[in-house]
């Protein structure tokens, strides 16, 4: 979901409160989200009820839906601390999301911050859609700054989700409120057990990732509350699905 200047026009308050709660307020309406509960440095992340992600300027994703609550499609495997600037650095953050033409230039430069060690590029030089449609990372994903713009890029490259073993507190947020992708959490560390290029099923009702190539099942965390916040589009979509806020 791209934001617009519009948003500031809402007379609603979007809060991120110390008891991982994302909430809307209003003198007459309010609503929280509970999300899982950090433990150490890693925060519980969610899985989702629907593989449909609402973007507001995004044409038709890679991604190929086998079933009404599944993803299937090429993985991309990262490490760990995998910060915003990797995700997006800081000189593409000029790009306004909610322009079209470059909310597409965002996506082409998603994850173009990562060392030359990853010898494969997410999106390939010339082309502003990816056709890894799963990002598999290791520990505190999402680190840094609080750019908003690392999910969107994510979200505009075509990507539909990230499974990772923990997230930076604010990327996953970040995820939520914009509807761009799933952050999803991994019961294991998935970054070591898959590769690049595989092509892996992540089934949201079931919470579970399926890699193809090696037959192998592996258990994900249950998103909870922000499921239907994301499918909806983010935060203030949602709200507005709902009734919280007066639709425009």
Same mark, same amino acid.
């Given at each position: 979901?791209?934001?617009?200047? *519009?948003?500031?026009?809402?007379?609603?308050?979007?809060?991120?409160?110390?008891?991982?709660? +994302?909430?809307?307020?209003? *003198?007459?309406? *309010?609503?929280?989200?509970?999300?899982?509960?950090?433990?150490?440095?890693? @925060?519980?992340?969610?899985?989702? =009820?629907?593989?449909?992600?609402?973007?507001?300027?995004?044409?038709?994703?890679?991604?190929?839906?086998?079933?009404?609550?599944?993803?299937?499609?090429?993985?991309?495997?990262?490490?760990?601390?995998?910060?915003?600037?990797?995700?997006?650095?800081?000189?593409? +953050? =000029? #790009?306004?999301?909610?322009?079209?033409? %470059?909310?597409?230039?965002?996506?082409? @430069?998603?994850?173009?911050?990562?060392?030359?060690?990853?010898?494969?590029?997410?999106?390939?030089?010339?082309?502003?859609?990816?056709?890894?449609?799963?990002?598999?990372?290791?520990?505190? @994903?999402?680190?840094? *700054?609080?750019?908003?713009?690392?999910?969107?890029?994510?979200?505009?490259?075509?990507?539909?989700?990230?499974?990772?073993?923990?997230?930076?507190?604010? @990327?996953?947020?970040?995820?939520?409120?914009?509807?761009?992708?799933?952050?999803?959490?991994?019961?294991?560390?998935?970054?070591?057990?898959?590769?690049?290029?595989?092509?892996?099923?992540? %089934?949201?009702?079931?919470?579970? #990732?399926?890699?193809?190539?090696?037959?192998?099942?592996?258990? +994900?965390?249950?998103?909870?509350?922000?499921?239907?916040?994301? %499918?909806?589009?983010?935060?203030?979509?949602?709200?507005?699905?709902?009734?919280?806020?007066?639709?425009?």
């Amino acid at each position: 979901m791209a934001f617009s200047s *519009s948003i500031t026009t809402i007379p609603q308050t979007l809060n991120f409160t110390s008891s991982n709660k +994302l909430s809307l307020s209003s *003198s007459t309406t *309010s609503f929280h989200l509970s999300f899982p509960s950090f433990q150490s440095n890693s @925060f519980k992340t969610i899985t989702t =009820t629907s593989p449909h992600i609402t973007r507001a300027h995004a044409p038709p994703s890679p991604v190929t839906t086998t079933a009404a609550t599944s993803f299937h499609g090429l993985c991309y495997v990262v490490g760990d601390n995998i910060d915003t600037d990797q995700i997006i650095p800081a000189e593409h +953050l =000029t #790009l306004v999301p909610s322009n079209p033409d %470059e909310y597409q230039k965002l996506g082409s @430069f998603a994850l173009i911050g990562l060392p030359d060690s990853y010898s494969v590029r997410f999106v390939e030089s010339g082309e502003t859609k990816t056709k890894y449609s799963i990002i598999i990372g290791g520990a505190n @994903f999402g680190c840094g *700054s609080s750019r908003e713009h690392a999910p969107v890029a994510l979200g505009a490259s075509g990507a539909a989700a990230v499974v990772a073993e923990s997230y930076a507190k604010i @990327f996953f947020r970040n995820s939520v409120a914009t509807g761009e992708v799933y952050p999803l959490e991994s019961e294991t560390r998935l970054c070591e057990e898959c590769r690049t290029g595989d092509v892996v099923t992540v %089934e949201l009702e079931e919470n579970r #990732l399926i890699n193809h190539r090696t037959g192998k099942e592996y258990q +994900l965390k249950p998103i909870g509350d922000a499921g239907p916040v994301i %499918e909806a589009g983010g935060i203030f979509a949602y709200a507005r699905k709902t009734g919280m806020i007066p639709t425009r």
